[in-house]
């Protein structure tokens, strides 16, 4: 219910109380003309005793349920009035007014039918104990309000402790029904709901946290270890960084030992969105990834004999030299050729929303990406529209490098991160002392951009070797233009 119409609130309960209302009228003014002899009617004093009883309280439940239940109890809780509790009212008026009618009818009976009633009402409530254990639950349940439909909740079972997990479909007199991530209908007794262990993951927010833990090797610095963690958290698209600063990703140590170093990596998540165990699967192949392309190796949980492990330094030529030999845009390159570009790349880092390339922009420098993630952005009807994200391994800005092609889309970091840049005067003597390298790198860049852009007509005729061949051949001669055309 709006509670801010209160004119539709009016005309609302108008409208419900006017039938039992309007009723009541009539029987009064047919009892008044009866007294006044007017009309003779046998018995019509039963007839108008329970006219007043039934309409009476028909009135009364539309009251109880619109005023009392709808407005003024709806606007102390702040919730709607569970369907559930106007239903027991109306039972409950329903058995008064049979009583009340009985003991018009019959004068001198309800005594003996209130006595007999309660010896049944015994024997049935022995009978059908489980029955009203779960209608008394699911009233329960609804009153408390401890999950609504729509929402994701786990039930952890006391006696066999299995849990079920999915969205609430349904709550009814006897069961509640939820709906799993499989497609399959688990009905729920009311009964196992009030002994059961809920979790409601939808509430008091729709972000719930998880995590995961990764041991690495005593040896890496643990800023350095918790800045890639970070990143790799960040990187995975399932992780939701919530708009409040409680809610980003964050990174604990939780255990230290010889062999090695405890990390918990802790990030937010709707569950009711993503499964929880495609997101902890998504989150430890981004954590992988990044840890691969840092040259930093898991740590062994039991250690006999350890020796002292190097780890790979992104700060060090070396170590850049390792990480640009995993992009596929050096392959076949050679190892020397890849330490003189690593040692004139610099490596830069960057924060959440940096913008590091912006579209139809003519600068020419590439980046590598060793942590974090960002996102790929073209505009298009004066709208950006996101068309891809890469994370650690990914490099872009290769095209305006080799070729001098203007910016064609904008690139934003998603999390904090880092990557290495190559400027056209850092590859430009490098490009110089290595005859081979324009050759390599426009095979590789025209591979990448059939791949990526799917530029291979299946109806063309045209071989897959024979467009790489052709489309690295005009890649070759932009480069040439470029290059051997500034000396």
Same mark, same amino acid.
């Given at each position: 219910?709006?509670?801010?119409?209160?004119?539709?609130?009016?005309?609302?309960?108008?409208?419900?109380?006017?039938?039992?209302?309007?009723?009541?009228?009539?029987?009064?003014?047919?009892?008044?003309?009866?007294?006044?002899?007017?009309?003779?009617?046998?018995?019509?004093?039963?007839?108008? /005793?329970?006219?007043?009883?039934?309409?009476?309280?028909?009135?009364?439940? #539309?009251?109880?349920?619109?005023?009392?239940?709808?407005?003024?109890?709806?606007?102390?809780?702040?919730?709607?009035?569970?369907?559930?509790?106007?239903?027991?009212?109306?039972?409950?008026?329903?058995?008064?007014?049979?009583?009340? =009618?009985?003991?018009? %009818?019959?004068?001198?009976?309800?005594?003996?039918?209130?006595?007999?009633?309660?010896?049944?009402?015994?024997?049935?409530?022995?009978?059908?104990?489980?029955?009203?254990?779960?209608?008394?639950?699911?009233?329960?349940?609804?009153?408390?309000?401890?999950?609504?439909?729509?929402?994701?909740?786990?039930?952890?079972?006391?006696?066999?402790?299995?849990?079920? /997990?999915?969205?609430?479909?349904?709550?009814?007199?006897?069961?509640?029904?939820?709906?799993?991530?499989?497609?399959?209908?688990?009905?729920?007794?009311?009964?196992?709901?009030?002994?059961?262990?809920?979790?409601?993951?939808?509430?008091?927010?729709?972000?719930?946290?998880?995590?995961?833990?990764?041991?690495?090797?005593?040896? %890496?610095?643990? +800023? #350095?270890?918790?800045?890639?963690?970070?990143?790799?958290?960040?990187?995975?698209?399932?992780?939701?960084?919530?708009?409040?600063?409680?809610?980003?990703?964050?990174?604990?140590?939780?255990?230290?030992?010889?062999?090695?170093?405890?990390?918990?990596? #802790?990030?937010?998540?709707?569950?009711?969105?993503?499964?929880?165990?495609?997101?902890?699967?998504?989150?430890? #192949?981004?954590?992988?990834?990044?840890?691969?392309?840092?040259?930093?190796?898991?740590?062994?949980?039991? =250690?006999?004999?350890?020796?002292?492990?190097?780890?790979?330094?992104?700060?060090?030529?070396?170590?850049?030299?390792?990480?640009?030999?995993?992009?596929?845009?050096?392959?076949?390159?050679?190892? @020397? *050729?890849?330490?003189?570009?690593?040692?004139?790349?610099?490596?830069?880092?960057?924060?959440?929303?940096?913008?590091?390339?912006?579209?139809?922009? *003519?600068?020419?420098?590439?980046?590598?990406?060793?942590?974090?993630? =960002?996102?790929?952005?073209?505009?298009?009807?004066?709208?950006?529209?996101?068309?891809?994200?890469?994370?650690?391994? @990914?490099?872009?800005?290769?095209?305006?490098? %080799?070729?001098?092609?203007?910016?064609?889309?904008?690139?934003?970091?998603?999390? +904090?991160?880092?990557?290495?840049?190559?400027?056209?005067?850092?590859?430009?003597?490098?490009?110089?002392?290595?005859?081979?390298?324009?050759?390599?790198?426009?095979?590789?860049?025209?591979?990448?951009?059939?791949?990526?852009?799917?530029?291979?007509?299946?109806?063309?005729?045209?071989?897959?070797?024979?467009?790489?061949?052709?489309?690295?051949?005009?890649?070759?001669?932009?480069?040439?233009?470029?290059?051997?055309?500034?000396?």
């Amino acid at each position: 219910m709006d509670f801010r119409e209160p004119r539709n609130q009016t005309t609302r309960i108008l409208k419900s109380i006017a039938i039992p209302a309007v009723g009541l009228g009539i029987v009064a003014f047919l009892d008044n003309r009866a007294r006044s002899g007017f009309f003779h009617i046998d018995h019509a004093d039963r007839l108008v /005793t329970i006219g007043y009883i039934l309409l009476g309280l028909a009135l009364a439940y #539309r009251l109880i349920c619109d005023v009392a239940l709808d407005i003024v109890l709806a606007r102390a809780s702040s919730r709607r009035v569970p369907k559930i509790l106007k239903h027991l009212i109306g039972i409950a008026l329903v058995l008064l007014a049979a009583l009340m =009618v009985t003991n018009v %009818l019959y004068p001198g009976a309800l005594t003996s039918l209130l006595t007999l009633s309660s010896v049944i009402a015994v024997v049935v409530g022995l009978a059908l104990r489980p029955i009203i254990l779960d209608i008394f639950s699911g009233v329960s349940a609804n009153l408390d309000a401890a999950f609504h439909i729509g929402d994701w909740i786990e039930i952890n079972g006391r006696n066999d402790g299995r849990s079920q /997990t999915g969205w609430v479909e349904q709550i009814n007199w006897r069961t509640t029904h939820l709906r799993t991530r499989s497609g399959n209908l688990i009905v729920c007794p009311n009964s196992t709901l009030s002994t059961a262990v809920i979790i409601n993951y939808s509430r008091p927010s729709r972000l719930s946290r998880f995590g995961i833990k990764v041991r690495l090797p005593p040896e %890496l610095d643990c +800023d #350095r270890a918790r800045q890639i963690l970070l990143a790799a958290a960040g990187a995975a698209s399932v992780v939701d960084h919530g708009a409040a600063e409680q809610q980003v990703p964050d990174v604990m140590i939780t255990a230290m030992e010889a062999s090695g170093v405890e990390y918990w990596i #802790r990030f937010w998540l709707d569950p009711s969105q993503d499964s929880i165990d495609s997101a902890v699967d998504e989150v430890s #192949r981004s954590v992988m990834r990044h840890l691969q392309f840092a040259g930093i190796p898991l740590s062994e949980k039991v =250690v006999l004999h350890r020796d002292r492990r190097p780890l790979v330094d992104v700060r060090s030529a070396s170590g850049r030299a390792e990480a640009f030999s995993r992009a596929a845009l050096f392959d076949g390159v050679s190892r @020397d *050729t890849l330490q003189i570009l690593a040692g004139e790349a610099g490596l830069d880092r960057f924060r959440k929303g940096d913008t590091l390339i912006r579209q139809d922009d *003519t600068d020419t420098d590439m980046f590598l990406l060793v942590e974090g993630a =960002v996102q790929v952005a073209v505009e298009s009807h004066g709208a950006e529209v996101i068309v891809a994200s890469m994370r650690a391994g @990914d490099y872009f800005g290769e095209m305006s490098l %080799l070729t001098g092609e203007p910016r064609t889309a904008t690139i934003r970091a998603i999390t +904090d991160g880092a990557a290495y840049r190559i400027s056209r005067d850092a590859i430009s003597p490098v490009i110089e002392s290595d005859g081979a390298l324009m050759e390599v790198l426009s095979r590789n860049l025209a591979e990448r951009n059939l791949s990526r852009e799917g530029k291979i007509s299946r109806n063309s005729g045209e071989s897959p070797e024979k467009a790489a061949e052709g489309l690295a051949s005009m890649l070759l001669g932009r480069m040439m233009s470029i290059f051997r055309g500034s000396r």
